[in-house]
């Protein structure tokens, strides 16, 4: 009976392992009738949801991002799994959680063998080509699967000319120029060449607007005399840290704090002009690409994707930078542009992410997603063709000792509610209506009437965690400095929350 039993669970994990085996290979399903769609994505870094003009940004001019989303296009409820560099990217190419492609800071390379989606379009006769930033652990910028042409340069790069360069191709390049220019003149260089009965996938990864913010020559100072207005939550005060963790008002006399940035006196509000500045460049460089595809004539047969691989805290709750699960670090500029498939002027308020990129990519293609991607395609979305679409989205960021100031956290995001709960840590858990409350300053997790809503998401969190196999906590050997230092002239440690307290 036994030795019934012990055969017949071989047997099992043969299959599973098969059929995992299976999954993991380069094997896909066609879409009956399809046409391969010719696709450039454009990736920025650090980019919030709310910098692009058309948004009503008080000072910021993006004409090119403004044509995309009046020719297509405006996802705005669009955001990432992991707000953090790697995690994100490697969820874009893989359509996982950062739980499942294991990529969960930006110290440690992405497991070997791990399929990246443009390895299917290569497969099937696309041209491809990668350029500007991988920045997908370690500081390696070697040609990675699935791209035929490959421009890159280690870890985040330099905005101006540095000596390490470019890899392009494998081979070590000089640089010649302003980091945003040069990407964009290698992407132009390679449509250029393009065999255009072929199609293609392009692409284009920026350094920009990643901090140290080094705008273009031609841009600096641009913003110099412009009043930038503090957000409504970056005050020390009582009201804007009622019902806050205690965690998030230590963090504001820290590392990503506004009384110690980056363990300096950096200004705030004179950074975030240079960031406005930098993103000039970003913007110049896809009005390049969009004439470079018109000039082509497949402009309005391509469709281009433009995101952020995560937002950035400009003072939101005393904060700087990104990692936590509020809005301006986890929500990102998302649009779509393609004349052919879908009428421009739209705005789509569903929940898109950075895992539906990959899906989505694949059936542009005229591929099924692999039952791996936790991701879903939003390409019958943006088409009116789809009404079912996901209910909640979940976020997950794991500590770093890097970064000992953001504990571990989980979000399930929805249309109207956002949970956030935090692992190995002493503190409180975070409720928001987020259609009456959008900038997070209400926490109603201890008011009774929302008991049963609280109950509900972190049912839906944990049945996602365990729908997608994150029922644990990946862990990796410490790797670079520990930025957990304070100053004395900051705010003191924050108290614990009242409900906490007994007589």
């Keep these: 009976m036994l030795r019934t039993g012990i055969f017949s669970l071989v047997i099992a994990l043969t299959g599973l392992i098969s059929s995992v085996q299976a999954d993991q290979s380069l094997e896909l399903e066609k879409i009956d009738g399809a046409k391969p769609r010719n696709v450039l994505f454009i990736l920025t870094d650090d980019h919030r949801y709310d910098a692009m003009e058309f948004l009503g940004h008080p000072f910021l001019e993006t004409p090119n991002l403004n044509r995309i989303a009046n020719e297509g296009i405006h996802f705005s409820s669009g955001y990432v799994t992991t707000s953090l560099c790697s995690p994100s990217r490697a969820s874009i190419l893989t359509g996982q959680y950062a739980h499942n492609h294991r990529v969960i800071d930006n110290n440690n390379a992405v497991k070997e063998g791990t399929i990246f989606f443009p390895q299917y379009l290569q497969k099937i006769g696309y041209q491809t080509g990668f350029f500007g930033k991988w920045h997908m652990g370690g500081h390696s910028d070697d040609p990675r699967p699935g791209f035929d042409r490959w421009v890159s340069f280690r870890g985040q790069g330099h905005y101006a000319p540095h000596p390490s360069g470019l890899n392009v191709d494998g081979k070590r390049v000089k640089r010649e120029g302003y980091i945003t220019d040069e990407i964009t003149d290698y992407a132009l260089d390679w449509m250029d060449g393009l065999d255009p009965d072929r199609p293609f996938f392009g692409y284009v990864s920026h350094k920009a607007v990643h901090a140290e913010f080094l705008p273009a020559e031609r841009h600096r100072g641009k913003y110099a005399d412009i009043d930038v207005k503090a957000p409504i939550t970056q005050a020390d005060s009582e009201e804007n840290y009622k019902g806050k963790p205690r965690w998030v008002k230590d963090q504001r006399n820290s590392w990503h ?22 993103l000039l460049g970003v913007d110049e460089n896809v009005g390049r690409l969009l004439d470079a595809l018109e000039k082509r004539g497949v402009l309005d047969e391509t469709l281009i994707i433009y995101m952020g691989d995560n937002g950035f805290c400009f003072g939101e709750h005393g904060l700087i930078d990104k990692r936590t699960a509020y809005e301006a ?15 421009g002027g739209q ?85 928001y209506n987020m259609k009456e409350d959008p900038y997070e300053q209400h926490n109603l997790i201890f008011e009774s009437q929302f008991e049963p809503v609280a109950k509900k998401l972190k049912q839906k969190l944990f049945d996602e965690l365990e729908r997608t196999g994150g029922m644990y906590m990946p862990l990796y050997p410490h790797k670079g400095r520990q930025q957990n ?19």
């Design 347 to 431: 705005e789509i308020d569903k929940v898109v992410a950075n895992i539906d990129i990959a899906p989505t990519v694949l059936e542009a293609a005229g591929l099924k997603a692999p039952r791996r991607m936790d991701g879903s395609s939003f390409y019958k979305l943006m088409q009116g063709k789809q009404d079912k679409w996901r209910d909640v989205l979940l976020y997950e960021y794991y500590w770093e000792r890097n970064f000992p100031q953001t504990p571990t956290m989980f979000a399930i995001r929805t249309d109207e509610y956002k949970l956030i709960t935090y692992q190995g840590i002493w503190d409180i858990d975070e409720l």
């Design 329 to 343: 670090s986890m929500r990102v500029p998302f649009l779509a542009r393609c004349p052919d498939l879908f009428k």
């Design 485 to 503: 230092l304070r100053t004395r002239s900051g705010s003191e440690a924050g108290d614990f929350a009242e409900e906490l307290y007994r007589d």
């Design 257 to 278: 704090g506004v009384d110690y940035p980056y363990h300096s006196k950096l200004d705030v509000e004179e950074y975030y002009k240079r960031y406005c500045e930098t």
